[in-house]
Every structure is written in C-alpha cells, then in structure tokens.
C-alpha cells in the first residue's frame, strides 16, 4: 500500500499490481491507486474511521478523490453499499458518526467503504479480531460473498488459523519478515511442512481431537529480534530439527507443486 | 465438593446519560445472577461483550457494590468481610498486561506488593516467596529487577499470574487472560494455568469470549446473555449438547480449523439489543430461530434439568 514511514526502506524484486509497478511509482501515482485499485481494511474500526465526519462524508469521499462523480451519486453508491453489507436504515446511516455505532457495524461501514471504487485487491488486517465470535462469523461470511459476487483478491492477514482454514483458498505463514511456508490451504492444514507452522498447528485447543485439559503444545523461546542483519534460517533457535546446515540462507522451495517451505527438512 | 463462591440474585444497575434536560436512564448490567462456584473448579464465563460478564467479576472480586442480591464466599456475606481479606482470598487476571502492571515499577516490586500490603514475612522472606513464585510461572529469575516495558506479553501476563498467586488465593478471576497474546504465547499460559491448578488447587472463574479455551480448560460453563444466565452445564454436556438457542448460535459461530468446512451462519441477525432498552418477555427473542408467541411477553425462569440450568420457553414444558 506504500504506507510505511519514510525512513523505511522497501526492497523488492518485483511488487506489481495489475501490471502497475509500485515500487517505483511516484507518491501521486499510489495515491490514485490506493483506495481505488486496492484498499485496507483495519484491525480497529474506530480508529480507523475518522470521528469528526459522518459515516456517509467518508464514504463519499472516496468516490469523488476517484472518481468523476457528483455527490448525489456517490451518496445513492454508499446507500447501496451500506444495504449490501446488511445494514438496516441505510440512507440515515450515512448521518451518523461512527461513534453511534456498534464495533460489528463500524467494521461493516469499513468494508463498505473500501467497496465503493469496486477495487481489485483488499488487504484486511485481523478484521474481526475486535468483534465477538458471533459478529466475526458474519463479517467473514459476508467478506467471502462479496469477494465471491465482485470478484476482486482479498489478501487476508490473522493469526487465528481457525479464520485461515474457513476463508481461505491458499495460505502462506509468516516468521521474522519471511514467508516459511506457503500453499493450499488443504495441503498446508493436512500436512504442516515447517516446524514453526507445525507448532503453530499445536498450540490451539481443537475441540475432538485435543483432549480436555491437557497440555497444549507450545514453541519454545521467543521471536528473534529483527534488529541487524542475521543469515541463516530465522527459526533455528527454536526449531526441534535443528541441523547445521541451518546458518547458511534457506529458499523457499516446493515440496510438491503448489506447496512450498523455507526449510531443509 | 463445597461451595467457594455464590452469588444469589445479583444485579447491577448503572445509571447513564443524565443531563440538565433528560433525566438519566437506568441500565440494568447484570440482572438476578446465581451462579455457584465450586471448589477446585473452573467455571467458564461465556457471552458477547457487554452482556455483564466483567461487571460480575467486578462484582465478585469487590469492586463493584452489587445494587441487589447478594454473594458469599463460603457461606459468608462478601459485605462482612474486609477489604484485606477479599483481596487476600479472590485475585484478579486482567486481559491487558500491558495496562495491568505498573511501568515504574519492577518485576519484584509487584509481585511482591500483595505481601507488603498483608505485611507478611520479613523483606527476605518476601523476597524468597517472589523467587519461588516468579520459578512456579516460568520467569526466569533475572526478570526481578526488570520493568514491565522490557518484558514480552506473555512474560508480563506471567508477571500478573505471579502477582495474582503470590498470596496462594483460593479463587482467581481471570479476565480474557490470553487474548492480547500469540497463538504460541496463548498456549504456555494455558498450560500454566492449568499446571498451578494441579499444584496449589486454585479455582479459577475463567471469562474469555473464545470458546475453544473455555471448552479446552473449564470444568463448567455458564453462558451469559444481557445481563443474566441463560444455560449453565458441566463443560461436556454443554458443548455436546446445547439447549439454549443462543448457546447453540455461539458453539455455532466457532471456527474451527478445519480446511472446506466454509462460514457458518449462526443466523442471529444483526442486532445485539439495547441493553438499556431490553426486548420484553424473553430478552433473546427478537434473534432467536425459535421465537414463540409467549417469548415475546413472557420473560422464562430458570429451569432445573438433571445436568445444569437452562432458561428458555422451550424447555419448560407447558410449550414442549
């Protein structure tokens, strides 16, 4: 999204949208992309949204920055928007502040609001990771079926496997700032490659298959600083299967096709 | 087993919104709650935010004056006893180590705070009894003198366990004790509470919105619906077989991780009702899938079955 602070630096090989460049496109040139192209929806709605504008100003101002529209029809867009994600009273919605509303229909006026542009691409930071078990069932469902009708990618970023195993078509799991393994998600919840996913996989209580009271599995240590430039297999410190072939860098390698993991197991 | 904790009837009301022009308006947090806890239990405390699960707590640990009923902790009146010794018999767990320990002070400092303010032992005995429970949560010992901020979160909610178990309480409230935490972090605090369980024999009173924990760790479950109960069961029972309507949309709404089982749709509609203004008769009606005639006038008593309390018109045998 090129929202990092100025002092980070960004490399990459290859950072492409669409066949849009977004490395070394000019700070313009994202701005017309972003929320347009490719919007983000938050962690916290509330301070997310702005608390000085009505739901309906922040809606719309995303269709005049993009679009040649005039205010009534980004208003009848937003009253159509705020209808789709299952918002009663719509049109008086848009008067409202987002502190009248509740947490699960602040995050239904977020992701109305990163629909009004249509766009190709929505990165969703732990979206539910605010909202009650019940809420959160409903934002999924309705993430799915709108991704399902519009037919844009949705990036979904969590730490709850649960959501994973639900939602998504294909996963990749993150440590210390790498991918270490990547692939369906039937391939990866069947068969964890790498130690950290298979740990991961450990920790969580699983109704049925992990008995009641029980000792959960656990990783043992804690993640490595990122501070300074260290070679080798990020996870070593803690990885049960550790060898000495894991100082030197590790690629991301496929096991099978469409299957991948940094690790030379 | 012997009753550690009950609380008869309990309500909380606050009053809200009041102004030179509107008279304020009467919410009813937590409305009529008796729940027992047994000894060397863990009661799960379960329901979406706002329904009065933390107002209860509040209540228990005595923080919160209850506005009727009343709660006892084995047998007496908690109004009878003091302050010291609530304190030293009930220790809370808060959600947020960050916000639940004091940043200018050190590891040491805090945990050992109960024991200064009980004036127990010499500054070397407490000092030791720090050592041996900062072993008992899994901190290494050179984290004494450190401070909060250069802690990790599950290092400072181990630090709040300490705080919490330093005095050997019989009843720890914990509050959404893993939820600011890892994945990998949540499952060593887990495992740590069920470990100081087998070892000091604490009862715990576990409140946690996330259903896999409570069903991983409770021994008992009591699902919380605006401001009362509406099912409580042993821990089995209540995930094998739920009866309250909004029992069954919560163990609905879980997801699992399993791969292609899709979203489920708990069907509960949008609205999480006003707590100020509660829907007449049975106050889940208006998201209920089984909604009758009568749930709309006719609030429903708690019914006894053989395992557990449940508190629906569909239960009580006049509609079945």
């Known amino acids: 999204m090129g929202l990092l602070p100025r002092r980070a630096r960004r490399t990459a090989s290859c950072l492409v949208l669409d066949g849009i460049d977004l490395i070394g496109a000019p700070a313009s040139a994202l701005a017309d992309l972003r929320g347009n192209r490719m919007a983000m929806i938050f962690q916290e709605p509330m301070t997310s949204l702005n608390p000085c504008y009505t739901v309906g100003n922040q809606m719309e101002e995303m269709l005049l920055r993009h679009r040649k529209v005039t205010r009534r029809e980004a208003r009848e867009r ?68 709108l ?57 969580i209580p699983v109704p049925g298959k992990v008995a009641r009271g029980s000792r959960l599995g656990s990783i043992p240590g804690m993640v490595p600083s990122l501070v300074g430039v260290s070679a080798g297999c990020s996870f070593r410190e803690r990885c049960e299967f550790r060898q000495p072939e894991c100082e030197a860098d590790i690629a991301l390698r496929p096991a099978v096709a469409g299957h991948a993991r940094r690790c030379i197991l | 087993m012997s009753v550690l904790l009950e609380t008869r009837a309990v309500e909380r009301t606050f009053r809200i919104g009041g102004n030179a022009f509107r008279k304020s308006r009467a919410m009813r947090a937590v409305n009529g709650v008796s729940l027992r806890v047994e000894k060397g239990e863990i009661l799960g405390l379960v329901g979406e935010s706002g329904c009065g699960k933390s107002t209860l707590a509040k209540m228990m640990l005595g923080l919160l004056e209850p506005s009727g009923g009343e709660i006892l902790l084995e047998g007496k009146p908690l109004a009878t006893l003091n302050r010291l010794e609530r304190a030293r018999r009930m220790q809370p767990i808060f959600q947020d180590p960050y916000s639940s320990l004091n940043p200018r002070q050190s590891v040491a400092d805090i945990v050992s705070l109960p024991l200064r303010v009980h004036r127990v032992g010499s500054a070397a005995e407490q000092q030791k009894r720090v050592l041996e429970i900062l072993d008992l ?8 003198q450190s401070y909060p901020n250069q802690l990790s979160g599950g290092q400072r ?62 021994t008992r479950v009591a699902v919380m619906y605006l401001g ?35 979203i489920p749709d708990a069907q509960l509609g949008l609205a999480y009702p006003d707590p100020i203004d509660p829907p007449a008769g049975c106050t889940f009606h208006p998201r209920c899938r089984h909604v009758m005639p009568r749930c709309r006038t006719e609030p429903p008593t708690p019914i006894r079955k053989a395992d557990g309390i449940v508190e629906c018109h569909l239960y009580d045998g006049t509609s079945a």
């Not at chain 1, 159509?80 to 719509?90: I, N, P, R």
């Not at chain 1, 008086?92 to 009248?100: A, F, K």
């Not at chain 1, 490659?193 to 740990?199: D, E, I, V």
């Open chain 2, 228 to 262: 009362r109960i509406v099912e409580d069961n042993d821990t089995e029972s209540l995930f094998r077989d739920a009866r309250h309507p909004y029992t069954r949309a919560l163990l609905d709404s879980v997801l699992t991780p399993e791969p292609g089982r899709g």
């Open chain 1, 147 to 203: 991704r399902k009708e519009f037919g844009m990618g949705l990036i979904l970023i969590t730490h709850d496997l649960g959501i994973v195993a639900r939602i998504a078509d294909r996963v990749a799991v993150m440590y210390a700032g790498e991918v270490v393994e990547e692939g369906s998600v039937a391939a990866v919840f069947r068969e964890p490659l790498h130690p950290y996913t298979q740990g991961l996989m450990r920790c």
């Open chain 1, 78 to 145: 937003a009253v159509l928007l705020l209808e789709k994600v299952g918002m009663t009273a719509a049109a008086s919605r848009l008067e409202q502040y987002p502190h009248q509303l509740s947490g699960g229909l602040r995050q239904r006026v977020m992701i109305a609001m990163v629909m009004m542009c249509n766009p190709d691409l929505i990165i969703a930071d732990e979206p539910t990771t605010a909202l009650d078990v019940t809420i959160q069932a409903q934002i999924l469902l309705l993430l799915a079926e």
């Open chain 2, 137 to 144: 949560v899994g901190l290494a010992r050179r984290y004494a």
């Open chain 2, 157 to 218: 909610q181990r630090v709040a366990i300490a705080r919490a178990l330093v005095m050997r309480p019989e009843l720890v409230i914990c509050d959404e004790p893993t939820s600011a935490l890892d994945v990998s972090v949540q499952s060593q605090i887990l495992n740590l509470l069920l470990d100081l369980r087998r070892e000091l024999g604490v009862t715990y009173i576990l409140i946690s919105h996330n259903l896999a924990v409570v069903e991983h760790l409770a």
